[in-house]
Antibody, heavy 118, light 107 residues
C-alpha cells in the first residue's frame, strides 16, 4: 500500500533552516507529482509547494516563496523541502502528499512538526 | 489567488441527521473541487474529487455537487465516525487553496 513517511522536523530558532524529507513506497514515485501541505496548531490546511513528477515544474505558496525549496530524488523515492529564513508563523505540522489527477491529494504522510521559536 | 469560503464553520448534529456543508470559490473553478475529512489527531483523507466523484472506499452516504463557484458536501445520514472537520480545496489553479474548514460536532 502507499506509504509516505516524513522526517526532519524539530525546534529551530527564527531565521534558521531545516530540511524535511518524505520517503515514499507502495507506488511508482517517479510517475507522480508531490506536494507539501502544512497545518499550524489548531488551524486549517495550507498548501505549501508542488513539484512535478520529473522535477520540471515547481509552484509555491506566496507565504514561502523565496525561502522554501522543494526538490526530489526519484532514485531514492524521496521528496524534500528545504526551509530557510524560518519564521514563527512557519510553525506547523508539515505533510507530504501524493498528487491525484494533477489537482488533488489522495495520500498523505503522518506529518512532521516544525516549531520555530527562540 | 482563489479564495475558498466554507459555511458554516461548525455544525452540531445528531446521528442519523442529514448534514450539508457549503463551499464558495472567489472565482469560477469549473468542477475542480475536492472535499477532505480530518479526524482529531489524524491525517486528512480525500472524500470527493471533481466536485462529485466519490473516492474509492468512501461510504455512499457522502456526496458532492456543484460547479463554477458554489459547491456542497452532503452527508445523508450522519454516523458516529463522521464527526470530524471537513475541508474543501480547489484544484483549478496554483496556488492550491483550502477552505477554512467545517467542524461537525455531536449534538
Amino acid at each position: 500500500q502507499v506509504q509516505l513517511v516524513e522526517s526532519g522536523g524539530g525546534v529551530v530558532q527564527p531565521g534558521g533552516s531545516l530540511r524535511l524529507s518524505c520517503v515514499a513506497s507502495g507506488f511508482t514515485f517517479s510517475n507522480y507529482g508531490m506536494h507539501w501541505v502544512r497545518q499550524a496548531p489548531g488551524k486549517g490546511l495550507e498548501w505549501v509547494a508542488f513539484l512535478r513528477y520529473d522535477g520540471s515544474n515547481k509552484y509555491y505558496a506566496d507565504s514561502v516563496k523565496g525561502r522554501f525549496t522543494i526538490s526530489r530524488d526519484n532514485s531514492k523515492n524521496t521528496l524534500y523541502l528545504q526551509m530557510n529564513s524560518l519564521r514563527a508563523e512557519d510553525t506547523a505540522v508539515y505533510y507530504c502528499a501524493k498528487d491525484f489527477w494533477s489537482r488533488y491529494f489522495d495520500c498523505w504522510g503522518q506529518g512532521t512538526l516544525v516549531t520555530v521559536s527562540s | 489567488d482563489i479564495q475558498m469560503t466554507q459555511s458554516p464553520s461548525s455544525v452540531s448534529a445528531s446521528v442519523g441527521d442529514r448534514v450539508t456543508i457549503t463551499c464558495r470559490a472567489s472565482q469560477g473553478i469549473s468542477s475542480w473541487l475536492a472535499w477532505y475529512q480530518q479526524k482529531p489527531g489524524k491525517v486528512p483523507e480525500l472524500l470527493i474529487y471533481a466536485a462529485s466523484s466519490l473516492q474509492s472506499g468512501v461510504p455512499s452516504r457522502f456526496s458532492g455537487s456543484g460547479s463554477g463557484t458554489d459547491f456542497t458536501l452532503t452527508i445523508s445520514s450522519l454516523q458516529p465516525e463522521d464527526f470530524a472537520t471537513y475541508y474543501c480545496q480547489q484544484g483549478n489553479s496554483f496556488p492550491r487553496t483550502f477552505g477554512g474548514g467545517t467542524k461537525v460536532e455531536i449534538k
